[in-house]
C-alpha cells in the first residue's frame, strides 16, 4: 500500500485526487508529499500515513533541541548523506529519525554505527522539515569555522601564498595575561572559535593534526579523544602558525618540536594554554592543554579519599619532615591532588615553595617557581635553591632522576615536608623505584610517610546508574579480587546493595559525565620499614601492605560502583596493571 492509498482510505484525499497527484509528479518533477500540502494535507497526517505505510512509529520533532552529547553518535557527513539524524536516546537504545525507510544502504549504515558506539538503535519515521532542522543543530562548531572558511577563501586568490600574507600581517606578540582572543581574520576567527568550542564543551586538551588529505581537530573530553572538525589541508599551515603567534614560538622553525603558552579570557573566563607542536609527516601536530584558572581547587575531602586514606593524608600533612609521593601517569590529576594538599597547608605561618613544569594554576600563599631546563634551572638545581630560601614546605612537580631523588630524601632528612609525583605502575612500586634512583633504603625507611597511585576513571551521571545485582559470577569476582586483605578490612566494602552500570537517558546519553580518581595509599609504618632494611622488593612490601588494609585502585573502584559514583565498566579498564606490583614503567604512559 502506498502513501496515497493509505491518505485515500483515511479520507485525506479523494479516490479521484490520488490519479491527478500521481499525474502531477510525474509532470512537473514535485514530489508527492510537496503536491499533498499545496492541496492541504498537514505534515502530521502525511507523516502519520508514511508510518502506516512503513510500518515504523512517527516522531515530530518541531522546535525541540537535541543535545549535542546525542547528536555526536551519527557524524554529520552520514546523517546528511543517508537522510537519518539521532534525536534521542532511552532505556539505553539510541533513537533515529530517518526520511527513507526504503533505503537500505541507509540501514546498513545505522548497524554500523550501532556496533561502533555499542548502543542498539531504533528507527522513527520524520518529516523532511525536521530532518533539515535537526541536522541544522550540527552546525554550531563547524557552521562558525565553515563561515571563517568562506571568508579565508574570498580574500584568497592563491591560498598558501595569500594565507602567509595575511600571517605576516598579524601582531608578531604573544598574547597577555588576560587578553581577549580577537576573531577579526578569518584564520585567527578560526582558532579562536575552535578554542571556545573547546572550553565550553569541556575539553582538556585540543588536538590539531594534518593526516593526508584533511585536518582534523580532535577535543580530548573526559579522558576520551574524538573528531569535533574537519578543515582543509590549505588552511593546516595557516592556523598552525596563528597558535604559534599566540603561544610566542618561531614561526619559521618546523623541523623540531617547540613549546609554549599563552592566556586568554574566554566567557569571562581566564584560561591558559600549553601549547606543544611535533613535526609530523604531512606537516606540524598541535595539542594545547586548557588550563581553567578560575575553576579552583578541590578540597581534599572531596576527591574521593576513603575515610582511613584521608586520615592518614592529613595527618601525613601536619608533620613537619618527611616525603609524600604521588604516583601515575600523565594525566591521572596528580597535581590536582598535590595542590589539593597544599591547600591544606597553613601558608600563613609556614613558608612554602614550589617547582614546577609549567605553573597550571596560581595558589595564595606558595612561592611558585617555573622550571626551566633549557638554561640550566631544573628540579635539582631549584631544589638545592629552595632549601636557602628557609622553606617548610616544598613541593617538586615530579622526581624524575637520581639527582633529584636524592635531593628530595635529603630535603625530608633535614626538617621539610616534600610533596612531589612519580611515575610507578602503583603505591608499592614507588619504593623500588626511588631504590633505583640510587637512594639507598634506610634513607627512604625514615623519610617517606606516604605513598599514592590514581587513575581517573568516568563518573556515572548524577541520579543515574543501572543496578548490576550482586550475583555468584561478580561476588567470586570480589572473592578473588578481595582474598588476601584481612577481614577486619574488608567490613570497609559495602555487603549488600547493588553494583551500578552505565545507564544511557536523554539528558545523560553517554551514560557518564566528568572523571573522578581511584586510589591506593600505602602508609609507611614499622614492618614496611623493617621490609625495607632486609627485603625491599614488591612482592615483600605488597604482602605488608595489604596486611595493613592497603585497597587497590581497582578495588577502590568497586567500592565507588557500590557507591552509585563509577560505572562497573570502568573496572575492567584498570585492568591488572593496578594488581601486579612486580611490574614497573620504565617511561611516562599517557593515560588521560
Known amino acids: 500500500m502506498n502513501l496515497l492509498s493509505v491518505l485515500a482510505k483515511k479520507n485525506l484525499v479523494s479516490s479521484a485526487d490520488v490519479a491527478s497527484i500521481e499525474k502531477e509528479a510525474k509532470t512537473s518533477g514535485e514530489t508527492i508529499e510537496s503536491i499533498l500540502v499545496k492541496k492541504g494535507v498537514s505534515v502530521s497526517e502525511i507523516l502519520a500515513a508514511k508510518a502506516t505505510q512503513f510500518n515504523i512509529p512517527p516522531r515530530e520533532i518541531g522546535e525541540n533541541k537535541i543535545p549535542y552529547d546525542v547528536l555526536k553518535y551519527i557524524p554529520e557527513e552520514s546523517a546528511s548523506h543517508y537522510l537519518f539524524v539521532p534525536i534521542g536516546i532511552a532505556d539505553g537504545v539510541l533513537e533515529v529519525g530517518i526520511v527513507d525507510p526504503d533505503n537500505i544502504d541507509a540501514l546498513d549504515a545505522l548497524n554500523f554505527i550501532s556496533s561502533k558506539v555499542n548502543l542498539p538503535f531504533k528507527i522513527f519515521l520524520i518529516s523532511q522539515k525536521d530532518f533539515e532542522n535537526v541536522l541544522a543543530m550540527y552546525k554550531g562548531l563547524t557552521g562558525e569555522v565553515t563561515s571563517a572558511l568562506t571568508d579565508l577563501e574570498t580574500e584568497l586568490s592563491t591560498e598558501e601564498k595569500k594565507v602567509q600574507e595575511e600571517l605576516n600581517n598579524l601582531e608578531s606578540t604573544s598574547a597577555e595575561e588576560g587578553d581577549v582572543i580577537k576573531e577579526d581574520a578569518p584564520v ?206 616544598i613541593m617538586v612537580g615530579e622526581i624524575r632522576d637520581k639527582e633529584t631523588a636524592q635531593l628530595a630524601v635529603q630535603a625530608a632528612l633535614t626538617g621539610h615536608l616534600v610533596l612531589s609525583t612519580i611515575h610507578t605502575n602503583n603505591a608499592v612500586g614507588v619504593i623500588p623505584r626511588l631504590i633505583d634512583m640510587d637512594v639507598d633504603p634506610f634513607l627512604i625507611a625514615p623519610t617517606l610517610q606516604l605513598a599514592i597511585a590514581q587513575r581517573l576513571v568516568r563518573k556515572l551521571c548524577d541520579g543515574t546508574g543501572k543496578e548490576i545485582p550482586v550475583d555468584a559470577s561478580v561476588k567470586a569476582m570480589m572473592d578473588q579480587e578481595f582474598n588476601d586483605l584481612p577481614e577486619k578490612y574488608k567490613k570497609e566494602i559495602p555487603a549488600q546493595g547493588h553494583l551500578y552500570g552505565l545507564q544511557h537517558t536523554e539528558d545523560c546519553p553517554s551514560g557518564t559525565k566528568g572523571r573522578t580518581p581511584v586510589f591506593e595509599v600505602l602508609e609507611m609504618n614499622k614492618e614496611i620499614e623493617n621490609v625495607l632494611l632486609t627485603n625491599p622488593v614488591d612482592t615483600e612490601i605488597r604482602k605488608v601492605a595489604r596486611k595493613n588494609g592497603m585497597f587497590t585502585m581497582k578495588e577502590d573502584a568497586i567500592i565507588k560502583s557500590f557507591g552509585r559514583i563509577v560505572p562497573f565498566e570502568e573496572i575492567n579498564t584498570l585492568g591488572g596493571l593496578l594488581l601486579s606490583a612486580d611490574v614497573e614503567v620504565d617511561a611516562e604512559v599517557d593515560e588521560k
Open 188 to 393: 585567527t576567527k578560526i582558532v579562536a572559535t575552535i578554542l571556545r568550542h573547546a572550553v565550553q564543551g569541556g575539553a582538556s586538551d585540543v588536538h590539531i593534526e594534518h593526516v593526508g588529505e584533511q585536518v582534523k581537530v580532535r577535543f580530548r573530553v573526559d579522558g576520551m579523544l574524538s573528531t569535533s572538525l574537519v578543515l582543509p589541508t590549505s588552511v593546516h599551515r595557516s592556523a598552525v602558525a596563528r597558535i604559534k603567534i599566540l603561544s610566542a614560538m618561531r614561526l619559521d622553525e618546523r623541523r623540531k618540536p617547540q613549546d609554549g603558552r599563552f592566556s586568554a579570557t574566554i566567557g569571562n573566563r581566564k584560561i591558559d594554554f600549553r601549547v606543544s607542536t611535533f613535526p609530523a609527516y604531512f606537516g606540524e601536530k598541535v595539542v594545547m592543554r586548557i588550563l581553567d584558572r578560575d575553576r579552583g581547587f578541590y578540597k581534599i575531602d572531596n576527591l574521593g579519599f576513603s575515610e582511613r586514606a584521608l586520615a592518614s593524608i592529613k595527618n601525613a600533612i601536619k608533620k613537619p619532615y618527611g616525603m609524600i609521593l604521588i604516583s601515575g601517569p600523565t594525566g591521572s590529576g596528580k597535581s590536582t591532588t598535590l595542590y589539593s594538599m597544599l591547600a591544606e597547608v597553613d601558608r600563613e605561618t609556614k613558608n612554602v615553595l614550589s617547582l614546577e613544569d609549567p605553573v597550571e594554576y596560581n595558589m595564595e600563599g606558595v612561592s611558585q617557581s617555573q622550571v626551566r631546563p633549557e638554561i640550566g634551572y631544573t628540579f635539582a638545581s631549584g631544589l638545592r635553591t629552595t632549601l636557602r630560601q628557609d622553606p617548610d614546605v
